[in-house]
């Protein structure tokens, strides 16, 4: 089974500020990538996702996301976040052979003022 | 509908009752996910159901847990003989394909809390 790592449970940052959120899994094997946002009171929703090509995705509100094979990593960034931007957010991992995902424990992201 | 219905949206109940909580998925999608999500815990793998085949229950925690889904589409989870550590948010998932290359779509969740 997948392990997914999240190493920072919570992340203050500015408004208008950069941001990096890590994620790191452990296998090896080819593996579909996908990072989810949960804002309060609210179920996931879709961020990003790698699935091949380009290492580089982008996705929505701005965010961005580089899927580094050597390192088992892929983390979330944005150059410059907004108060909006305050939520959860979650990394998954899918293996191409089976059907569900694993789940990082997510990181909080407070942006301030 | 146009998105993943999830019922009741909040539920105390008292320790010893049992429970069930409704997940409606988008019309169409083949593929259904239950998910605990914890207080402070990432989300947790409970059980998948594909078309007819028989579901994958290997994320159950107990056999106080139980789950069906009926004509492909509508799912009921079930948790007979609550205790306190099943508080968490329920949340239900639908996919598209068998293998979701395309993500999942998330209901709102079942906030449970049992007392």
């Known amino acids: 089974a997948q392990s997914v790592t999240q190493l920072d449970s919570q992340v203050p940052v500015f408004e208008e500020a950069p941001v990096e959120l890590r994620c790191n899994y452990s296998?090896?094997?080819?593996?579909?990538l996908f990072w989810y946002v949960q804002y309060p009171n609210q179920g996931l929703q879709l961020l990003l996702k790698?699935?091949?090509?380009?290492?580089l995705v982008k996705g929505i509100n701005g965010f961005e996301a580089e899927f580094n094979k050597s390192q088992t990593s892929f983390h979330l960034r944005k150059p410059s976040v907004h108060i909006s931007d305050t939520a959860e957010y979650f990394c998954?991992?899918?293996?191409?052979?089976?059907?569900?995902?694993?789940f990082g424990s997510g990181t909080k992201l407070n942006v301030k003022p | 509908g146009a998105g993943v219905s999830q019922s009741p949206s909040n539920k105390v109940t008292e320790k010893g009752k049992d429970v069930e909580l409704r997940c409606d998925p988008i019309?169409?999608?083949?593929?259904l996910y239950w998910y605990r999500q914890s207080l402070g815990q990432g989300l947790e793998f409970l059980i998948y159901?594909?078309?007819?085949?028989?579901?994958?229950k290997s994320g159950l925690p107990s056999d106080r847990f139980s789950a069906e889904r009926t004509g492909g589409s509508v799912s009921t989870l079930t948790i007979q003989r609550t205790q306190q550590e099943d508080s968490a948010v329920y949340l239900c998932?639908?996919?598209?394909?068998?293998?979701?290359?395309?993500?999942?779509?998330f209901g709102s969740g079942t906030r449970l809390t049992v007392v």
């Open positions: 296998s090896s094997v080819s593996v579909y």
């Open positions: 790698y699935l091949s090509g380009s290492t």
């Open positions: 159901f594909q078309g007819n085949s028989a579901p994958d």
């Open positions: 998932a639908s996919s598209l394909d068998r293998v979701p290359t395309y993500g999942y779509t």
């Open positions: 998954a991992v899918s293996e191409r052979n089976f059907n569900k995902f694993y």
């Open positions: 019309s169409g999608h083949t593929a």
